[in-house]
Structures are given as C-alpha cells and as structure tokens.
C-alpha cells in the first residue's frame, strides 16, 4: 500500500496506542474519537483530528476500534450518507478491528457496498494481545474479506500486529476472534476458580500459578492475567462485560454451524454474572471477585453440588 493515509475510529484502551503506532511508522492519521483528550493526545503525535467519520471518506482506509457493531454503524452512518460526493472509481477499506458479531459485520459489508456503491469494500480484522499487545505493536490479527483487500491491507496491518492472517471471507476474522475469546474466557474463569479454591484452602496463590506455568496448565492467559489475579487487581485493561458479548457471538456461531459449545454456554453464564455483580467495567481479572462473591453467597449449595458431582 503507497498510499499512507488513514482514517481512525476509537482512540479508547487499544485504540490509541494502534492509531499511535501508525503515526510513528510514518502514517498520516486522520482520526475521530468521542472524547477531546485523545485526539488531543494523537495531535501531539502528530495525528490530525477530523470533524466527523464523514470528513474521511476520501481516505484509502478507514479502521474502527469501537466497543461493538452498534458503535461503528452509528459512528459511520454520515460516512455511508456521504459517499455520493466520492469521485467515481475512489477505493476505501473500510476496516473493522473490534470484536463484533461474524454475522453482523457480513451484513454491514453489504450496506457500505451499496451505500459506496461498490467504491468501499468491508475487511473485519478483530485483534488479540490486549493493551500491552496494541501498545507495542505485537497484536495478533485475523482478517476476513476477499484476498485481494487483504493483500492491499496487510502492509497496514502488519505496523499494529506480529501475527496477521487472512482467515477466510468477510466474517471470518470475528470467527476466528470468537474462538480466541471462547479460549481466552473461559481459562480466565477457571484461573479464577483455582484461585479461589486455593485460597480458601489455605494455599499461596502466587506459588500455586508458578508451579502451574511450569507445567501444561502453563499458558499466555496464566502470564498476562495470572498475576493480576493473584493481586486481586481489576483495574481495567479490557472491561469484563464485553466478554460476555465475545462469547455470545460463540453461541450465535455455533448454533449456525451445528456445533455444540458446553465451555461457551457456561462462559456466558457466569460472564453474565459478573455484569448483575455490578463488576462488568472492571478488568476481565474481576471474574475471580464474582466467583468469591458466589461463593461466599452461596457456599453450602456450591459444596453439595461439588460432593454429589
């Protein structure tokens, strides 16, 4: 890709320091976000701040980092009203980085085709590596959309991630992300269960998950997750309730294909516990103060159902 303009949508927790570290590779971005601090803060990087999602519809590229689908259709609604006035034969990625329903962002492929005109097409690149990952530019990406717009888009991709792949069609990326959450959420739970448990046996935690990580139990989610959950520390990385949604889109997913998803219908569940605690824009980590909460609540029944198992 020659042309290193572009636009970015959402300059939140992963946002920023992704838009951040196309400015230092020498990216001219253009970008709109909710609240003034951050485009202020992208300014000074060296960023340009736009009126509108609209004000960008001439970009050759156009990522959005926002919580969810609603969010970006809203956000890009002037956009899609806005593209009459593109010359004819203009071409714009419309690039979706945020975890989204796989069904979702098919559908919002079609109404940017139709609203461009076929000038825009749709490319949904959801992300995973968390805000250590976005801020060092090591974030694993997984893309779905026609070959030939991940070709042209992989140099854009490749400045944010050390691990980009095309996954298959428009949709495939968020599949795939849907999957990395159903692994990533439910061993945070069972983390936090073992922490749990530990603790109220007795048992040093922290040295619980050292002896763990030098084992097969030893995984990424037990180092960047383990000892924020051994301090009981929740402060947010990446708020606990969109988990819940990831893993919804798991059960949208799997009842489409046929698959069955124990691990996922559980995840929900208790993912869905978490935001009725009140804990939802806390840190992912915080599942381990819902599973306590449950436990001291409700100790005699989780006993019993653990003897009759």
């Known amino acids: 890709m020659e042309d290193k303009r572009a636009g970015f949508v ?11 570290n196309l400015i230092r590779d020498g990216w001219e971005v253009t970008a709109w976000n909710r609240s003034a601090g951050a485009l202020q803060e992208l300014e000074r990087l060296g960023g340009r701040a736009a009126p509108d999602v609209a004000a960008m519809r001439d970009l050759p590229v156009i990522a959005f980092m926002l919580p969810d689908l609603s969010f970006i259709e809203a956000a890009s609604r002037g956009l899609l009203e806005s593209w009459d006035e593109t010359p004819p034969g203009a071409e714009t990625t419309v690039v979706v980085m945020s975890s989204v329903s796989p069904a979702g962002v098919q559908a919002f492929g079609d109404r940017v085709q139709e609203a461009s005109h076929g000038r825009a097409v749709v490319v949904d690149a959801p992300v995973s590596g968390g805000t250590k990952g976005a801020i060092d530019g090591t974030l694993a990406i997984m893309a779905g959309g026609a070959a030939e717009d991940f ?10 991630g050390t ?16 999957c990395n959450q159903l692994i990533v959420g439910t061993t ?16 040093d935690v922290g040295v619980l998950f050292e002896v763990l990580s030098g084992g097969l139990a030893g995984s990424k989610v037990l180092d960047m997750v383990g000892p924020r959950l051994v ?18 889109f798991v059960l949208d997913s799997a009842r ?25 824009d ?15 609540s409700n100790a005699d029944t989780v006993t019993r159902g653990t003897v009759s198992a």
């Open 10 to 20: 959402g300059l939140g927790l992963m946002g920023g320091p992704m838009a951040a």
């Open 151 to 160: 070709l042209r888009l992989e140099p854009f991709l490749a400045v944010m």
């Open 163 to 178: 691990t980009v792949r095309h996954m298959g069609p428009l949709g495939a990326g968020s599949l795939a992300k849907a």
């Open 188 to 203: 945070t739970a069972a983390l936090a269960e073992a922490a749990e448990l530990a603790e109220r046996s007795g048992m």
């Open 231 to 248: 301090r009981k520390d929740y402060t947010p990385t990446g708020p606990a309730k969109f988990m819940h949604k990831d893993l919804s």
């Open 256 to 280: 489409a294909a046929g698959a069955a998803v124990p691990m996922a219908a559980a995840g929900v569940e208790l993912y869905a516990e978490v935001k009725r605690q009140g804990l939802g």
């Open 282 to 296: 806390q840190d992912l980590a915080v599942v381990r103060k819902a599973i306590s909460q449950l436990s001291d």
